[in-house]
């Protein structure tokens, strides 16, 4: 049974638009998502987090919204561009930012089209 | 140099065969993890450790054993490769007061 779930395999969106990739999660008790973004042949790379006590974070271009209620997180990416062409990968844990165990989603493949 | 290291990066071996994949780090952390990676399933956790002495189950720890050598080596052993453990191994690293994982480039594992 998956607990966090990216239902886009894949998205594909022009050079300076928005991109907005969706996360739906069913464990009330996760608290604390992270967003990684992982190139070809690399490992993932942390981009972007938010507690539960949040509704929002922004770090630059990088906008993560969290809606409780809906057991449901985006991240937004604006302007979008062709070097954010990656697998996303959404990320949750029950134990709040120092957890040790985190849960992933299967990972939204983004294109970025120049 | 890579804040976190696996060796090796690719390999290819055969039904039966032992195999170790190797992960260091210098980053000082205490907590290291191997998670695994299959087309379409994401990361899923097979063992993690919080130091030396600590070493716990993932989700998905049938077929395989962890060694953690010192603070900063974390190995992951195949005692006999089977085909559907084929996949991409990647191992990362932690700090106590935060839940953002560093992870390697990834071991791509091959079994025929």
């Known amino acids: 049974d998956q607990q966090v779930k990216q239902n886009s395999p894949s998205l594909s969106v022009q050079e300076g638009r928005i991109s907005i990739l969706n996360c739906d999660y069913t464990?009330?008790?996760?608290?604390?998502f992270l967003w990684y973004k992982k190139y070809p042949a690399e490992g993932p790379t942390f981009l972007i987090s938010?507690?539960?006590?949040?509704d929002k974070n922004e770090d630059g271009r990088f906008t993560v919204f969290l809606n409780k209620s809906a057991k449901h997180l985006s991240l937004h990416i604006v302007p979008s561009q062709p070097g954010d062409s990656a697998v996303y990968f959404c990320?949750?844990?029950?134990?709040?930012?120092?957890?040790?165990?985190?849960?992933f989603g299967k990972g939204t493949k983004l294109s970025v089209i120049p | 140099d890579a804040d976190v290291t696996q060796t090796p990066r690719n390999r290819i071996t055969k039904t039966g065969k032992r195999i170790m994949l190797e992960c260091s780090q210098t980053?000082?952390?205490?907590?290291m993890y191997w998670y695994r990676q299959d087309p379409g399933l994401g990361l899923r956790l097979i063992y993690y450790?919080?130091?030396?002495?600590?070493?716990n189950k993932g989700e998905i720890s049938d077929g395989y054993s962890v060694s953690r050598q010192a603070q900063a080596k974390f190995s992951l052993s195949l005692e006999s490769a089977i085909p559907n453990q084929t996949a991409l191994y990647f191992c990362?690293?932690?700090?106590?007061?935060?839940?953002?994982?560093?992870f390697g480039e990834g071991s791509r594992l091959t079994v025929l």
């Open positions: 464990n009330s008790m996760f608290d604390y």
């Open positions: 990362a690293t932690s700090g106590r007061s935060t839940g953002e994982l560093f």
């Open positions: 990320a949750a844990s029950g134990l709040g930012a120092g957890s040790y165990q985190l849960t």
């Open positions: 450790s919080f130091d030396v002495k600590d070493i």
């Open positions: 980053k000082g952390h205490d907590r």
């Open positions: 938010i507690s539960s006590i949040k």
